[in-house]
């Protein structure tokens, strides 16, 4: 069996999605963030401070190569986890993904005061610019696409776990 991995701009409920997700399907979940800190013993903020968004990328590639050589999981990854061509691979082969697509003024909206570095500033502007780069590289990878706009968590999770059956 393969897992699920679920890709996405920040802020796009891949996190809450993905515990719920876990439970209805009966697999463990793992954020790929926290697998980041974790390993590094840093926050991302941090991260992103002390080696910049490619020695955060790094990392995450590690800890992706990591969790894609376990046991079946939801995965929970980060929005820029598709950014490297390998990670676009290992996602591809290991798992079956998840595109969870929502509008880029709601995520902007559900992004205020959080601590994601590549959003300060203009939220909403730097959302619809990642979106823009990141938007083939997210179909590239996807088997499934999942517009949530004007659904919760658990119905996403619901509707996820309905499609992949």
Do not use: H
Not at 9 to 24: C, D, E, F, I, R
Not at 76 to 87: D, F, I, Q, R, W
Not at 115 to 120: F, G, K, S, T, V
Not at 155 to 162: F, L, V
Request: proline share 5%; charged share 25%.
């Amino acid at each position: 069996m393969r897992g699920i991995a679920l890709i996405g701009l920040p802020a796009s409920g891949k996190t809450s999605v993905g515990a719920l997700l876990a439970g209805l399907v009966g697999l463990p979940f793992i954020d790929l963030d926290e697998v980041v800190t974790t390993d590094s013993g840093m926050s991302i903020p941090s991260i992103f401070e002390d080696e910049g968004e490619a020695g955060f990328r790094l990392r995450e590639s590690a800890a992706l190569a990591r969790v894609s050589a376990g046991g079946p999981v939801v995965l929970a990854t980060g929005g820029g986890t598709v950014e490297l061509p390998e990670n676009r691979a290992l996602l591809r082969d290991r798992f079956r993904v998840v595109w969870i697509k929502a509008d880029p003024a709601v995520l902007a909206t559900r992004s205020v005061g959080g601590a994601r570095p590549l959003l300060a500033g203009d939220a909403e502007a730097r959302i619809r610019q990642l979106y823009e780069r990141r938007r083939p590289w997210y179909a590239e990878c996807a088997g499934l696409v999942m517009n949530t706009d004007g659904m919760r968590p658990a119905m996403i999770a619901r509707a996820i776990r309905d499609s992949l059956r």
